[in-house]
């Protein structure tokens, strides 16, 4: 598999897949820049009377609900839709799920249109799955990792999604496999908006990808790595980010099947 998830990478940079956002404030300079590390076209637009030209012309959409209002929520909805309709990947990021009923309103309202990849931490995804129906009497408790699982396999069942499950571990779930990435460094958690993007970077690798379950592992793979690689020479979370950036750019083919760390279930 691991050949696999190296030509996912390549493919990235050979087709340069343009990604339209519509993200949050605090983390679009940072998604913009990892999306053109690995090779991808960034664009961060959520202007409602562009939405539907923007969708049709990018080859991915990336939702992310973090510093969401009542204009960007229309805006999201509008794209949710289109992307839908017309068949291209989209990836939802549920920043923030359960934390107020505007967000799960709307997170609700985005589900109606099926993203090819959600991307949360376990507690987003557990929140996303109990905001839409109460699944099971594990998922009420404390956000352990395998009661993120049974949410996220409520998610696949119900919306047909790849589910990525970000955390120490990162799990990739669809309809028949589970896959455990064991890549990254605890350091990267204290770096914003990594989280933010991991999604934009799943976006890309879905695009070119018909496998959206390995091209979502490949894409969480590539970042761990470039984590994991980035933190040697960094004095903390400000030097980890930009060599993040430089290793998402540069990681060879050597370094890369040196330190990847997935299993298969």
């Not at 343009?18 to 090779?39: C, E, R, S, W």
């Not at 109606?112 to 995804?125: L, M, Q, Y």
């Not at 990435?181 to 770096?191: A, F, I, Q, R």
Request: net charge negative; aromatic share 6%; proline share 2%.
């Amino acid at each position: 598999m691991e050949n696999n998830l190296w030509n996912y990478i390549q493919s990235v940079k050979n087709q340069s897949p343009l990604v339209h956002n519509i993200t949050n404030f605090v983390v679009m300079n940072n998604t913009a820049n990892a999306l053109l590390a690995v090779g991808a076209s960034p664009i961060m637009s959520h202007a409602k009377s562009e939405i539907k030209d923007m969708v049709s012309i990018s080859n991915a959409v990336v939702i992310n609900i973090g510093t969401l209002d009542e204009y960007w929520s229309d805006s999201m909805l509008i794209a949710a839709e289109e992307a839908h309709h017309t068949k291209k990947t989209w990836v939802l990021d549920p920043v923030g799920a359960g934390a107020t009923a505007f967000r799960d309103e709307i997170l609700s309202k985005l589900l109606e249109f099926k993203p090819t990849v959600i991307r949360g931490n376990a507690s987003e995804i557990i929140a996303l799955a109990k905001a839409n129906k109460t699944i099971t009497k594990g998922v009420d408790s404390t956000a352990e990792s395998n009661e993120a699982i049974t949410a996220a396999k409520y998610l696949v069942e119900n919306f047909q999604s790849v589910v990525c499950i970000s955390g120490a571990t990162d799990i990739i779930i669809d309809d028949k496999e589970m896959y455990f990435v064991e890549n990254g460094h605890p350091l990267m958690t204290k770096v914003t908006g990594l989280g933010c993007s991991a999604s934009a970077i799943v976006g890309a690798f879905a695009s070119i990808a018909e496998n959206k379950t390995e091209s979502t592992v490949a894409a969480m793979v590539l970042l761990g790595i470039a984590g994991e690689l980035a933190e040697k020479n960094s004095a903390g979370p400000g030097s980890l980010q930009m060599n993040i950036l430089d290793k998402l750019y540069n990681i060879s083919e050597q370094e890369f099947f040196e330190n990847v760390k997935v299993s298969k279930k």
